[in-house]
């Protein structure tokens, strides 16, 4: 997961804030489940229900299966050896 994440992240046209709100279909503020399964069939139409469930339970910290743009840029940011996750800021 980490080696995908550095890839998404050296993209020169990679952008956070466009991801979060490319997937953010309905514009609520937050990605659920409704949301990444939209986006997920775009591209690969047998995507599973529990694939897309581990997605969420991934990134979901807050534990309410509604991805916050935080969550999302958190769980999309690689980790670096010697830095940790804590002490890195999003905005």
Known sequence: MEI???TFERQPDFNTVAAFTII????????D????????????????????????????????TKITFGEFSWGITPEYPGIE????EFN
């Open 4 to 6: 995908e994440k550095k």
């Open 24 to 31: 953010d279909f309905n514009r609520s503020g937050y990605l």
């Open 33 to 64: 489940f409704e949301c990444f399964k939209r986006y997920m069939t775009k591209f690969r139409k047998d995507i599973k229900r529990p694939e897309i469930l581990g997605i969420i339970r991934r990134m979901d910290y807050s534990g309410d």
């Open 85 to 88: 996750q804590d002490q890195m």
